[in-house]
């Protein structure tokens, strides 16, 4: 068995009918969601619980920033892992990457849950601070940053929100890191 420095995990620490057990306790690492931890990859930096299948079940989504993506150094990735009769589910995990590949895009530094349409089902923002913007006009900014808004009634593409969807002046500005927070 190998090392890898700064993959990062999760520990999941189940309830009980007197508080947290710490003898029930479940180690996620992205190895578990069908991906490689490798080293530098910061699985976990963000985490978010929701009902993202509406099963009842509640589900644990993991954001993974600083993942490589077909060669796209930190483009990031984000998993679900969906909840089970007696725990997180270790297989049938939901990988989601960027719909735009690109070095530096931190998918998955930030993530949020609600149900955002609304039609009772727990929704998935997942922030994209990296993201670079080219304007249909030309000319482009770096790093202004986005959210993907994932509304569970479909498998429909998820919605885009930028800095150019509020109407005030200079909105759109290199380094705004949009998405760093939810
Ligand atoms: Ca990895
Ligand atoms: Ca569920
Ligand atoms: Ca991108
Ligand atoms: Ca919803």
Redesign the pocket.
């Known amino acids: 068995m190998g090392s890898a420095q700064d993959a990062g995990a999760v520990l999941v620490i189940y309830g009980s009918a007197t508080g947290l057990n710490t003898g029930n306790v479940q180690l996620l690492t992205q190895d578990k969601a069908g991906n490689a931890a490798e080293t530098g990859d910061r699985f976990g930096t963000s985490l978010i619980s929701g009902d993202f299948n509406a099963d009842g079940r509640d589900d644990l989504a993991i954001g993974v920033p600083l993942e490589d993506v077909n060669g796209q150094v930190d483009?990031g990735m984000a998993h679900v892992f969906y909840g089970g009769s007696s725990r997180l589910d270790e297989v049938g995990t939901q990988t989601y990457v960027?719909?735009?590949?690109?070095a530096g895009?931190y998918?998955g530094a930030a993530l949020a849950s609600g149900d955002y349409d609304p039609n009772q089902r727990d929704d998935l923002a997942i922030g994209?601070p990296?993201?670079?913007i080219t304007f249909n006009s030309g000319g482009s900014k770096s790093d202004t940053g986005?959210a993907l808004v994932y509304l569970n009634n479909s498998n429909a593409s998820p919605r885009t929100l930028t800095l150019s969807d509020f109407n005030f002046a200079g909105a759109v500005q290199d380094n705004a890191y949009f998405g760093a927070t939810l």
């Open positions: 483009a960027d719909q735009t590949i690109e895009d998918f994209v990296g993201e670079d986005k």
